[in-house]
C-alpha cells in the first residue's frame, strides 16, 4: 500500500541529487525524469561458450522462474548447446519505468535507482547511443552507471537522512592496518584469483579442468558466506561486465575510477564521460 509512497520518496531524493550535479537540462527540469517501479525484475538468462568467456545472449525470463526451471535451462543449454548458461536474478532493469527489486535494503536500493537512471540519461548521449557497438563500449556504460549510480545513491541516501558505514567514509590515508587483514577472508581478491585462473586454463584449452576448478571454488566461497549457486564461464561473461567487480579483469574499472579521481564532482564526471562515443576516445580524454 506504500509503494507509491516509497518511490515517490526516492525519486525526489536522486533528483535532488541530479539538480545539485548541475545534470538538469534547463533549470529544476530534470530530463529524462527519474521514474522507478519497486516490484520484482525478471529473471535474465546468460549464455557463454565453454572454451572461453564472452557474453554470447541475454534473454529476460519471467519473474516467476523456479530454482529447478532455472537448473533445467541451465542443463540443457549445457547438453544440447554446450554452452554455460546462468540464469540470474538482476538488480535492476532500465526500463522506463526502471524495474527495481522490492524488499532490499534501503542504501542499495537508493545505489540500484540511480544506477538505472544513469542508462536512462546516457541513452540520449553518445556513451549510451554507441554502447552496444562493442564490447568495450557495453563494459564503459556498465562501469560508468556502477561507479556514478554508487555515489549519486549514497548522496541521496544520505540527503533522507541514512548513515554511510564508517570504512566508506574514512579516507584512505587514515586507515589503520591490521595484521590479521591478510589472514581474514576477502571476496574481491579470491573472486580476482578464481577468475584470472580460469582466464588461464582456458586459455590453454584445458575446459574440464576450468569447470571442476570453478565448483570447488564455488563451494570455497559458500563456505564462507556467500551463497553463489552456480560459478561458470556465464557467471564471468556477466559480472565482468561491470569492471568495477572482482568478476572482471577489464582495464576499464581502474582507468574509470582514476578518472573520476581528476574530477571535482560526479556531475562533472558524468558530464565529460557520457560525451564518449568510443573506448579509444575515452582513452584519448583518459591519457590527456
Known amino acids: 500500500k506504500m509503494r507509491a509512497d516509497v518511490e515517490e520518496i526516492i525519486e525526489a531524493g536522486i533528483s535532488s541529487v541530479i539538480v545539485d550535479e548541475d545534470l538538469s537540462t534547463v533549470g529544476q527540469f530534470i530530463f529524462p525524469p527519474v521514474d522507478i517501479r519497486l516490484g520484482d525484475p525478471p529473471k535474465l538468462l546468460i549464455t557463454s561458450p565453454r572454451d572461453r568467456i564472452e557474453r554470447v545472449h541475454d534473454v529476460l525470463l519471467s519473474t516467476d522462474v523456479t530454482l529447478q526451471e532455472r537448473e533445467a535451462i541451465e542443463s540443457q543449454l549445457l547438453t544440447e548447446s554446450d554452452m554455460a548458461a546462468l540464469v540470474e536474478n538482476i538488480g535492476g532493469l532500465a526500463t522506463y519505468p526502471a524495474s527495481i527489486p522490492k524488499n532490499q535494503p534501503m542504501r542499495w536500493t537508493f545505489q540500484a535507482a540511480a544506477h538505472e537512471w544513469m542508462h536512462h540519461y546516457m541513452f540520449f548521449r553518445p556513451l549510451g547511443?554507441?554502447?552496444?557497438?562493442?564490447?568495450?563500449?557495453?563494459?564503459?556504460?556498465?562501469?560508468?552507471?556502477?561507479?556514478?549510480?554508487?555515489?549519486?545513491?549514497?548522496?541521496a541516501y544520505v540527503l533522507l537522512g541514512g548513515e554511510l558505514p564508517a570504512e566508506d567514509i574514512v579516507?584512505?590515508?587514515?586507515?589503520?592496518?591490521d595484521e590479521n587483514d591478510e589472514l581474514?577472508?576477502?571476496?574481491?581478491?579470491?573472486?580476482?584469483?578464481?577468475?584470472?585462473?580460469?582466464?588461464?586454463?582456458?586459455?590453454?584449452?584445458?575446459?574440464?579442468?576450468?569447470?571442476?576448478?570453478?565448483?570447488?571454488?564455488?563451494?570455497?566461497?559458500?563456505?564462507?558466506?556467500?551463497?553463489?549457486?552456480?560459478?561458470?564461464?556465464?557467471?564471468?561473461?556477466?559480472?565482468?561486465?561491470?569492471?568495477?567487480?572482482?568478476?572482471?579483469?577489464?582495464?576499464?574499472?581502474?582507468?574509470?575510477v582514476r578518472f573520476r579521481s581528476f574530477m571535482p564532482d560526479v556531475g562533472m564526471f558524468i558530464r565529460t564521460v557520457s560525451g564518449v562515443s568510443s573506448y579509444e576516445e575515452f582513452l584519448e580524454m583518459f591519457s590527456e
Open 171 to 177: 579516507e584512505a590515508s587514515e586507515d589503520v592496518h
Open 129 to 155: 547511443q554507441n554502447m552496444f557497438k562493442t564490447s568495450e563500449m557495453i563494459t564503459l556504460n556498465e562501469t560508468v552507471a556502477s561507479i556514478a549510480g554508487d555515489e549519486m545513491g549514497d548522496m
Open 184 to 256: 581474514a577472508f576477502d571476496f574481491n581478491r579470491e573472486m580476482r584469483q578464481t577468475r584470472l585462473r580460469v582466464d588461464n586454463l582456458l586459455g590453454q584449452g584445458k575446459i574440464d579442468e576450468a569447470e571442476e576448478y570453478m565448483e570447488k571454488r564455488r563451494l570455497f566461497f559458500v563456505e564462507n558466506q556467500y551463497s553463489i549457486r552456480k560459478l561458470n564461464q556465464a557467471y564471468f561473461a556477466f559480472y565482468g561486465t561491470y569492471a568495477d567487480t572482482a568478476a572482471s579483469v577489464s582495464p576499464i574499472g581502474d582507468q574509470l
